[in-house]
C-alpha cells in the first residue's frame, strides 16, 4: 500500500500563491483553450479563500506560519523582560511626567513600573513587524470566513486577542512616545494554543490520516496546562514590578509552588493587583482542567473498550498477525492463544484482535494476565471499516485469520459476513496472507482466493464418515493438528535408552494407569517436514522406495514417513507406493514427536546388549520403547542397527503355543528399488475367494452391481471430484425414503430391506450440502463393494431435491424424515441393527443463553440412546469441547469422577488438550469441530496441514496419493507378534504404511490389570499392598456370581474411591463400597430389563420382531485408546484396530493370481480391475 506520509503530490498550478494574483501564464502561450468548470472559483476572493482555507496542504502551511509567529512573539516578549530595568522609567520621561519614587508613600501602588517598559528600538521594530502580519492574517482570515454577522467575527475570542496585542503597536507607529507603553504580547500563548489545535486538524486532513481522540486531548490538556502556567508566571512578574521585582525565574518558582498547593510560602506576591490575578487565575484553572480531565477520562475509557492503535512504528519493527472475528469468546480466544504460541518460533509475534464488539469481562480479564497483556492487543471495530484496518496495520500484517461465528442461528448469514471481511481485507492489503474459516460448503468458492481455506462442514462430515469404518479417525485428525505441550513426556524410555540421569517430574511419577501412559505418550506426535537432502534421518534414502524409507526410518529412528513432495510440484503425495524413487530434492513429511532439528542423534553399540535386555517385553503394564524422543527442544535419539532382522531372530520367534506344530512364513524384506517383479499378488491386498469382477446371480437380481465413475451430480460448487461407487441409473426420489413404500417396492422399515451389512444412520436436522461430503467417504472407489455399508439419513426436515439429485446415484443410500427424540422413528430406520449412529449437532441450537447450554439437547438425547441401545455405537458431534464430561455420563461412577480430577489437573498444567482422557473422546465417540480450529491455526507455520487432512479425510483425490483406511488384528494374524514386524510385512507385500493403533482393552480383570490404580491426588497408600489384595480378593469372591456384570473400570473405580473418599476410617469404607456396589449392580440390572421391555413393546406394537435387539450386549465397559506412531516394539493385542495409509490402488494394481484367504486385513484392489464408467 502506498505511503501517504512520504508521498504527498505538488499542488496544481492553480493552487500556488503566486498563480493566485498573476494567474497561469503557461496557458498565454498555448493555443489550446482553457475551461473553467468551477466558475465561483474565477473570483479573487475565491482563490484566496482556496488557498487560505479549502485547500488541504496550504492552509496547514498558513497555520503553522501562523502558530509560528505567536510563539515567536512570546519569545520576544521574554526577551524584552530579560533586558528591561523597571528603575529607569523611561516611559514616564517621555511624556514629562514626575515619576521619582520619591513622591510614592508608603502603602501606595507605583503604577508607572506597571505601565510603562524599557523596549529597545530593534526590539520594538520587530514585534511591530510581527503584530502587524498577525493583524493583516486575522483581518484577511475574517474577511475569507464572513458568512453574513460580522459580530459573530468581531466578538470571537482569538480575534480579541488578537486584536489587544496587535493594534497599540500599530499605534505607536504613528505616535512614538507610546513605543514603551507596556502591552500583554505574552496572551498570544493562547492564540498560539488555538492555532495548534486548528494545524492538527488540518494535517489529519491533509495526509488524510486520523490521530486518536486521545491523543489530541492529551495535547489540548497540557497546552491549556502551559497556557496558564506561562500566563501565571508573566503576568504576576510583571505585577510585581511595582512590589518585590521578582524575576521570571522566581514568578516560576511561585507558579509551580502554588497550582501543586504545595504553597511554601516564601515567595509572595505584595501588591493586591498580583494578588488578584493568583486568585483569577486558580479559579480558572480550578474549571478549565477539570473540564479538561473529564474529557481525557472519558476518551481513555472509550478507548480501553475500543482498543486505541497499533502504532505504524511498531508494525514496521514487530511481527503481527490480526485476528478478525464476529464476536470474541474466552474459548476461542484461548484456543488460538494457546496452538499460536506454541510454535518457538512465534514467541516475538503479536496478536491483533479486530472485533466489532466491545471486549467482555471474561476476554478483559484473561488479557490483563502479564502473559498475554504483552503480546495481544485488542481493537474494537470492524474490518470492512478501511479506519479500523489501518488501526490494525493490517498492510504490514504476517497473516490475517478471519473466523466465521458459529454458534449463530443463521450460518449462511455469517458465512455473507466471513466472505465480506475476506474481501475488505484483500481489497485493502492485497499482499497479507489470508486464513479464513467457512461454515458451509457452498459459500466457499467466494473465497478461493484465501491462501488457506477451512470449511466447517466438509471438514465435519467426512471426519465423522471416516469414524464409522477407521474408528476414532476424529480423535486421530485432532491428536495430529494440535501442538503437544507435554501432556505426558515420554522421559522414561528416553532415560533407559540414553542413560541420562535426569529426573521425572512429578507428573511423570505420579502417572495415571498405563492405558494413560501409553495413549498420553502417542498423543504428542505430530506432521512435520524436511527436505531429503538435509535430513540425517532420511538421507541416506535417496534414490531407493518410499515403503523402504519408511520401513527403514521407523526401524531405526522410531519416525513415521507419510508422503512427499516433489520440487516441483505443489501436490503432496501420501504414500506414493513402492514404486515412488525418493529423491534428493523431495520434501518428506513424518509422524514424531518432535522434528528432526530439535534431536540430537547418538550412536550406542557398546551396551546394546544391555540396552535389549532392558527393552523386552515384560507384559501388557509396560510399553517397551525401542527408540523415542523425549519432548520439544533438543533430545538425543538412540540409533539402531539398520539392518533387517530375519524371521528367525529371537525378536520375531513365534511364540510358544501347543495348538500349533510349525509357523507361518517368515516375512519378506522390504526391497530397496521395487519392479513388477517383486510386487506379487499376496494376500494382504486381494482376497480371491469372492471374485468381484464376476458378480453373482443374487447381486444381479438385487441390483448390486454398481460403476465406477465421477458422481453427475454436486449440490454445491467448489466440490473435489472423487471417483466412487455409483449406480447404472439414478434412484428415483420415491424409492429413497426409507420408511414409505412406492409403486417399485413395498418396503416401510430397514429391516425389511433385508441388508447384508450393518447400517450406519445419520441423525442431522436438514439435509445440508455438507451432508454430501459423508456420503461421498463410505462410496470411494477404493472401498470394498460387499463392505459398503447402507446408509440411513434421519432428517427433522425433509431435504430438497437438489440434495436428492446429488444422493440417488449413490447405493444404498436412504433418507427418512424423523427425529432421534421419537423412539418409533429410531427403530423404524433400523437402529436395532446399525453398526454406527452419527448424531450431528443441530444448528438451531447451536446459539443458547447459555453458551454451554447449547449441546443440552443433543447430550440429553445421546444418554438415552447409550442406555436404550447399549450394544450401539454413538459417534456425537458436540458445539462446545468442555461439554465433553456428560457424554456416557455415569453421576456415581468413581473412574468417571477421577477422570474429572486428572482432567482439572491437566488444565491447570496448561495442557491444550484437558480433555484428552475422557473415554468418550479417547474412544472417538465425541467431538467437536472448534477442535479443528487449531489446523487453521497451524497452517500459519506448517501450511501443508490442511492438503494432508484433506487426503486423510478423502476430501482430496490426488493421483498417485494413497488413502486412510483400518485393518483388524484377529487371532490368525497374532503371529506377527510385534509393530515392528507388521510395518515389515505391509511395506514388502501391500506397500501399506501403518500409522497407528487403535486399541480395546478387554472387561476380564487380569492380576496385573487388577493392581494397577489410578491417583489424582498423591500417591502415598501403595504401603498398604496386602491389605489391597485381600480386599480385592474378597471382592471378587462375594460377587463370583455375578463376574460378568462387573467391567474392568467398575473394578478399577474400587481403588478410586479408597483414595478419593477420606471421610472415614478405612475399614468402614471399604464394607460400605462393598455393599454400594451389590446395590447399584441390582438396580442397573433392574433398570436393563425395564428399558429392554419398553422397546421391545414398541417394536412389536410397530409390527418388527424383537429378534434383532439384544439389550445384554453392552460394549459401554469396554475402554479404547489410540496410540500414534507406537514404538517398533509395541506388543500387537487381539482386536486392535491398526490405521494405514493405503497405496491409490490405480497406480498399482498388483498381478492377479491364486491365494489363500487371510483374516489379516480388509481386501481391497480387485475392483480397480472392472471397467470404469462414467
Not at 504613528?174 to 500563548?189: A, Q
Not at 489530541?216 to 497540557?222: P, R, S
Not at 507558579?255 to 509572595?268: A, L, M, N, P, R
Amino acid at each position: 500500500m502506498v505511503d501517504l506520509d512520504s508521498e504527498v503530490p505538488p499542488l496544481p498550478p492553480r493552487y500556488r500563491f503566486r498563480d493566485l494574483l498573476l494567474g497561469d501564464q503557461g496557458w498565454q502561450s498555448d493555443d489550446r483553450v482553457q475551461v473553467e468548470f468551477y466558475m465561483n472559483e474565477n473570483t479573487f476572493k475565491e482563490r484566496l479563500k482556496l488557498f487560505f482555507i479549502k485547500n488541504q496542504r496550504s492552509s496547514l502551511r498558513i497555520r503553522l506560519f501562523n502558530f509560528s509567529l505567536k510563539l515567536l512573539s512570546c519569545f520576544l516578549y521574554i526577551v524584552r523582560v530579560l533586558l528591561d530595568d523597571p528603575t529607569q522609567g523611561l516611559g514616564c520621561k517621555e511624556l514629562n511626567r514626575s515619576c521619582s519614587h520619591q513622591n510614592y508613600t508608603p502603602g501606595t501602588i507605583d503604577w508607572s513600573p506597571i505601565i510603562w517598559v524599557n523596549r529597545s528600538l530593534p526590539l520594538w521594530g520587530l514585534q511591530v513587524s510581527v503584530a502587524v502580519i498577525s493583524l493583516f492574517e486575522t483581518l484577511l482570515l475574517s474577511y475569507l470566513s464572513y458568512k453574513g454577522n460580522i459580530w459573530e467575527q468581531i466578538l470571537r475570542i482569538p480575534f480579541l486577542l488578537e486584536i489587544i496585542n496587535a493594534v497599540p503597536f500599530i499605534i505607536t507607529i504613528f505616535w512614538p512616545v507610546l513605543r514603551n507603553l507596556f502591552i500583554p504580547v505574552f496572551l498570544n500563548c493562547w492564540l498560539a494554543k488555538h492555532a495548534l489545535e486548528n494545524m492538527i486538524n488540518d494535517l489529519h486532513r491533509a495526509i488524510q490520516r486520523t490521530q486518536s481522540a486521545m491523543f489530541n486531548q492529551v495535547l489540548i490538556l497540557i497546552s491549556t496546562l502551559l497556557c496558564l502556567i506561562f500566563t501565571c508566571i508573566c503576568g504576576i512578574q510583571h505585577l510585581e514590578r511595582a512590589g518585590n521585582r521578582l524575576t521570571l525565574f522566581d514568578s516560576l518558582y511561585f507558579c509551580i509552588v502554588t497550582f501543586s498547593t504545595v504553597g511554601f510560602g516564601d515567595v509572595t506576591p505584595k501588591i493586591w493587583p498580583s494578588k488578584l490575578l493568583v486568585v483569577i487565575m486558580i479559579c480558572v484553572a480550578l474549571v478549565v482542567l477539570p473540564i479538561q480531565f473529564e474529557q481525557l477520562a472519558y476518551l481513555w475509557m472509550e478507548r480501553q473498550k475500543s482498543g486505541g492503535n497499533y502504532s505504524r512504528y511498531r508494525a514496521q519493527t514487530e511481527k503481527h498477525v490480526v485476528l478478525c472475528v464476529s464476536s470474541l469468546k474466552i474459548d476461542l480466544l484461548m484456543d488460538f492463544l494457546n496452538e499460536f504460541y506454541a510454535h518457538p518460533r512465534l514467541q516475538d509475534y503479536y496478536v491483533v484482535i479486530l472485533c466489532p464488539t466491545e471486549m467482555d469481562a471474561q476476554v478483559r480479564r484473561v488479557l490483563q494476565i502479564p502473559m498475554w497483556s504483552q503480546r495481544v492487543i485488542y481493537l474494537q471495530g470492524s474490518a470492512l471499516k478501511d479506519q479500523d484496518l489501518l488501526r490494525a496495520k493490517m498492510d504490514n500484517a504476517e497473516a490475517c485469520f478471519i473466523l466465521s461465528s458459529r454458534c449463530e442461528v443463521d450460518r449462511t448469514a455469517a458465512d455473507h459476513q466471513t466472505i465480506l471481511r475476506a474481501w475488505a481485507v484483500k481489497d485493502f492489503a492485497p499482499n497479507c496472507p489470508l486464513y479464513v474459516q467457512i461454515l458451509k460448503p457452498e459459500n466457499k468458492f467466494h473465497i478461493k482466493f484465501a491462501d488457506h481455506v477451512v470449511c466447517e462442514e466438509e471438514f465435519k462430515y467426512a471426519m465423522l464418515a471416516l469414524n464409522c469404518i477407521c474408528p476414532a479417525t476424529s480423535t486421530l485428525i485432532t491428536l495430529l493438528v494440535h501442538t503437544s505441550r507435554g501432556h505426558t513426556a515420554p522421559w522414561e524410555a528416553f532415560r533407559q535408552l540414553t542413560g541420562t540421569k535426569q529426573t521425572l517430574n512429578r507428573e511423570s511419577q505420579q502417572s495415571p494407569e498405563q492405558w494413560q501412559k501409553m495413549y498420553g505418550r502417542c498423543s504428542g506426535n505430530e506432521v512435520y517436514h524436511i527436505n531429503l537432502e538435509e535430513s540425517t534421518v532420511f538421507a541416506e534414502y535417496e534414490g531407493k522406495s518410499f515403503t523402504y524409507a519408511s520401513f527403514h526410518a521407523h526401524k531405526k529412528f522410531g519416525v513415521c514417513l507419510i508422503g512427499v513432495r516433489k520440487e516441483d510440484n505443489k501436490n503432496i503425495l501420501l504414500n506414493p507406493g513402492p514404486r515412488y524413487i525418493m529423491s534428493s530434492t523431495d520434501i518428506c513429511f513424518y509422524i514424531n514427536i518432535t522434528k528432526e532439528e530439535n534431536s540430537a542423534f547418538k550412536k550406542q553399540e557398546k551396551h546394546r546388549k544391555n540396552h535389549e535386555s532392558k527393552l523386552s517385553y515384560h507384559g501388557a503394564s509396560r510399553l517397551p520403547v525401542h527408540s523415542i524422543i523425549a519432548s520439544m527442544g533438543t533430545v538425543a535419539i538412540d540409533l539402531q542397527d539398520t539392518g533387517c532382522r530375519g524371521a528367525s531372530g529371537a525378536t520375531l520367534a513365534l511364540p510358544a503355543q501347543g495348538g500349533r506344530e510349525g509357523r507361518r512364513p517368515s516375512i519378506a524384506p522390504v526391497l530397496e528399488v521395487a519392479d513388477s517383479s517383486s510386487l506379487p499378488t499376496c494376500d494382504l491386498l486381494s482376497d480371491q475367494s469372492e471374485d468381484e469382477t464376476t458378480p453373482s446371480d443374487e447381486e444381479v437380481s438385487a441390483g448390486f452391481e454398481y460403476a465406477k465413475g465421477y458422481p453427475p451430480y454436486s449440490p454445491y460448487i467448489g466440490s473435489s471430484p472423487t471417483f466412487c461407487h455409483l449406480l447404472h441409473e439414478k434412484v428415483p426420489f420415491c424409492c429413497l425414503r426409507l420408511d414409505k413404500g412406492c409403486q417399485h417396492n413395498y418396503y416401510e422399515d430397514a429391516k425389511a430391506y433385508g441388508f447384508k451389512n450393518k447400517l450406519i444412520i445419520v441423525a442431522a436436522e436438514t439435509a445440508g450440502n455438507g451432508l454430501y461430503n459423508f456420503i461421498v467417504p463410505l462410496r470411494a472407489y477404493y472401498r470394498p463393494k460387499k463392505e459398503l455399508n447402507p446408509i440411513v439419513l434421519l432428517l427433522d426436515n425433509p431435504p430438497d431435491m437438489h440434495f436428492l439429485d446429488a444422493i440417488c446415484w449413490f447405493p444404498m443410500v436412504y433418507y427418512m424424515v424423523g427425529s432421534i427424540d421419537n423412539l418409533d422413528d429410531l427403530l423404524r430406520c433400523g437402529v436395532t441393527f446399525a453398526a454406527n449412529m452419527v448424531v450431528v449437532d443441530k444448528e438451531s441450537t447451536m446459539s443458547a443463553e447459555e453458551d454451554y447450554m447449547a449441546d443440552a439437547k443433543t447430550i440429553v438425547n445421546v444418554q438415552t440412546l447409550f442406555r436404550l441401545f447399549s450394544s450401539l455405537s454413538i459417534i456425537t458431534e458436540l458445539t462446545h469441547p468442555a461439554n465433553m464430561r456428560f457424554m456416557q455420563f455415569r453421576a456415581k461412577d468413581c473412574y468417571s469422577l477421577a477422570l474429572s480430577k486428572l482432567e482439572k489437573k491437566e488444565r491447570e498444567k496448561g495442557s491444550n488438550l484437558a480433555f484428552m482422557f475422557r473415554l468418550p473422546f479417547a474412544a472417538g465417540r465425541v467431538f467437536s469441530i472448534s477442535m479443528l480450529d487449531t489446523l487453521l491455526y497451524q497452517s500459519f507455520v506448517k501450511d501443508y496441514m490442511i492438503s494432508i487432512t484433506r487426503l486423510l479425510l478423502g476430501l482430496d483425490t490426488t493421483p498417485g496419493s494413497g488413502f486412510l483406511c483400518s485393518m483388524k488384528i484377529t487371532e490368525e494374524d497374532l503371529w506377527i507378534r510385534t509393530y515392528a514386524r507388521l510395518y515389515q510385512k505391509l511395506c514388502s507385500s501391500t506397500g501399506d504404511i501403518p500409522i497407528g493403533v487403535y486399541r480395546t482393552e478387554s472387561q476380564k480383570l487380569t492380576t496385573s490389570e487388577s493392581q494397577i490404580s489410578i491417583s489424582v491426588e498423591d500417591w502415598e497408600d501403595t504401603k498398604d499392598t496386602k491389605e489391597q489384595f485381600s480386599c480385592r480378593g474378597n471382592h471378587r469372591n462375594s460377587t463370583s456370581s455375578d463376574q460378568s456384570d462387573h467391567p474392568l473400570l467398575r473394578r478399577k473405580s474400587m481403588q478410586w474411591a479408597r483414595r478419593l473418599s477420606r471421610r472415614a476410617p478405612r475399614h468402614s469404607a471399604k464394607t460400605a463400597e462393598k455393599i454400594n456396589q451389590q446395590r447399584m449392580n441390582l438396580y442397573r440390572r433392574s433398570e436393563r430389563q425395564e428399558l429392554a421391555e419398553l422397546v421391545k413393546n414398541r417394536m412389536k406394537h410397530l409390527g418388527l420382531s424383537p429378534a434383532g435387539y439384544d439389550e445384554m450386549n453392552d460394549h459401554q465397559n469396554t475402554l479404547s485408546y489410540i496410540l500414534i506412531n507406537p514404538s517398533p516394539d509395541t506388543r500387537l493385542e487381539l482386536n486392535d484396530i491398526v490405521y494405514l495409509i493405503r497405496p491409490d490402488p490405480l497406480t498399482y494394481v498388483p498381478n492377479a493370481g491364486p491365494s489363500r484367504k487371510n483374516s489379516f486385513c480388509n481386501t481391497v484392489g480387485q475392483d480397480t480391475r472392472e471397467e470404469t464408467q462414467l
